[in-house]
């Protein structure tokens, strides 16, 4: 009796392990938009498996609490204890794969921190246990931390070394785009960065590529030059914007012949590639045959104070220079738009989105 009552004991914990792990799997699985495992994805996919491990673990641990009867409460308790530590790391490893989703962690990353985690877990649960450290504790705590840190030590290094642009070509390669919540930390002017959306966290927020297009049928331009086309999301939207008008013409540049050709390919694709004229090239060499209606500055941060002023001359007195990344989080952008508006040359609204965009006109020859 007292054997059957405990294998039943166990196999109910067993399947509640198994099915909190399955739920954590496809809920994972679903917010990484992972369908195979490929050459690009498969640290991705022993993420997803570390996660799913940890809530399995907890769950099942939850389930044998009836067990201990009236003996339960304590922290010191192994079960407790354990069940606890799951928790956290679940809570840390979950925040952890957020931003991996965002691309802001290298894959891989989630799979490090579990090794190490379950490492101090088990060496804890020992010491709460009043048990004897045994060799083999020992030993497979250093191997599980050890193990952790050799992950850690291989992606990391790479990742810091390669760049965003490429990382989310990658990915759209790998699983197509999305949309997910916006990455961008809460700044003063914009506390609640959470409340807007984005495809990746180089294109404009998708709120803000909704605006490009409203403002170019409402200020209804000829032409649009826009340095910094990533994959094309925000020169399609205006030329969506130039479609409805029935004329206007956008000039796009990028620097990246990888990106661009990306950008290329969405822009044909698009149907809008005849309102849309593409080139691979510096923005800071680029001839613009003026003049220049609006200006939509979205290149690299540390060249738009550079190119407004190239550009500058080149605007209608009545012209528009909309600049992207002007948050306070991105200072060399919002420093550069404001030494621009202290030396007189324009006058400039900033506007409180997660990444911030300046509206400013030229003062010289406005009327």
Known sequence: MTISSSLTGLVYEAVAGIFGAGLSWRSDMRRRKLK????????????????????????????????????????????????????????FLWSEGKHQVQLQRPAGIVLGEWLILSGFILSATVFVSGAAFTPAVWVTSLLFVALGGLTIATIVPRFVRGEEIHRILDRVADAGEFTQQEYAAPTPECPYPERWKMLDAQSAEIEVLDFLRSFIETVKPELIVETGTFIGHSAIKMAEGLKANGFGKIVTIEYDPLVFAKAKQNIEESGLAGWIEYRNASSLDTHIEGPIDILFSDSDVNIRESEIRKFLPLIKPRGLILVHDSSSSFKVVREG??????????????????RGMAIAQKRDGRT
Do not use: Y
Request: net charge negative; glycine share 6%; charged share 10%.
């Open 36 to 91: 195979r495992i490929t050459r690009q994805n498969w640290l991705s996919h022993l993420d997803v498996v570390c996660v799913a491990a940890s809530i399995g673990s907890a769950v099942a641990l939850l389930a044998a609490l009836p067990s201990l009867g009236t003996d339960m409460p304590s922290l010191l308790k192994p079960v407790t204890f354990g069940i606890l530590a799951c928790a956290l790391s679940v809570l």
């Open 337 to 354: 738009v404001l030494r621009l508006e202290e030396e007189g040359l324009l006058s400039v609204v900033l506007l409180s989105t997660p």
